[in-house]
């Protein structure tokens, strides 16, 4: 366990890892983290998600996707519209739950890179495709997260992204 600050100071996209597997046990953590995000209206979060570890898959996905394809696993997020209540705003909330799975990867020693995927609609059909998603109307690929072991050269450190003049008090 890492302390929370230290993992939110440094987290960063980690694209290249070493070729060890992640363990199940990290993976389900990860997935537990995502579903404890906020969501829009509790009870009716519209993410679901699919665990890629097959080979060849991570290979179609890297056709579209370059840094899925030497991944170890990836997890596609993915918006069912149907549970949503607010189906609007499903964009974010599947991003609160996409950042939650990056933080918790950070603090179990793995790296994460949220490969972007929504709101391309070409991208998203191309990507369900290969998964059996074959009308995005109601199941929406919304980004894929990508996990492993940091290859070297790839830790996750601080970078200090404060940038003082985006703060403004009380009026713009
Ligand atoms: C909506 C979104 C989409 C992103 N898509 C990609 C992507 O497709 N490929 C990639 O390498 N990084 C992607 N990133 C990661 C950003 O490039 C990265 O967060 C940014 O460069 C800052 O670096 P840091 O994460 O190390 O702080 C994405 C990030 C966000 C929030």
């Avoid at 990290?26 to 080979?55: D, H, T, V, Y």
């Avoid at 596609?76 to 739950?97: C, H, P, S």
């Avoid at 996409?98 to 933080?103: D, G, S």
Wanted: charged content about 30%.
């Amino acid at each position: 366990m890492v302390e929370f600050e230290e993992i939110i100071n440094t987290r960063r996209s980690i694209r290249e890892y070493q070729d060890k597997d992640v363990e199940d046990e990290k993976i389900l953590k990860i997935l537990k983290a995502g579903m404890q995000a906020p969501g829009s209206r509790l009870g009716a979060e519209p993410w679901e998600f699919i665990i890629i570890k097959n080979k060849e898959t991570l290979a179609k996905i890297g056709e579209i996707k370059p840094r899925v394809a030497n991944a170890p696993v990836a997890i596609l997020l993915v918006a069912n519209i149907e549970r949503a209540f607010y189906k609007t705003v499903w964009q974010q909330d599947m991003g609160a739950a996409c950042e939650n799975m990056l933080l918790e990867a950070v603090n179990l020693g793995l790296g994460g890179l949220w490969n972007g995927v929504a709101p391309e609609e070409e991208r998203m059909a191309k990507i369900g495709e290969i998964v059996g998603i074959d009308d995005i109307t109601d199941l929406k690929p919304y980004s894929i997260v990508t996990l492993g072991y940091p290859a070297e050269g790839w830790e996750n450190k601080f970078m200090d992204k404060f940038d003082e003049s985006r703060i403004h008090y009380e009026k713009y």
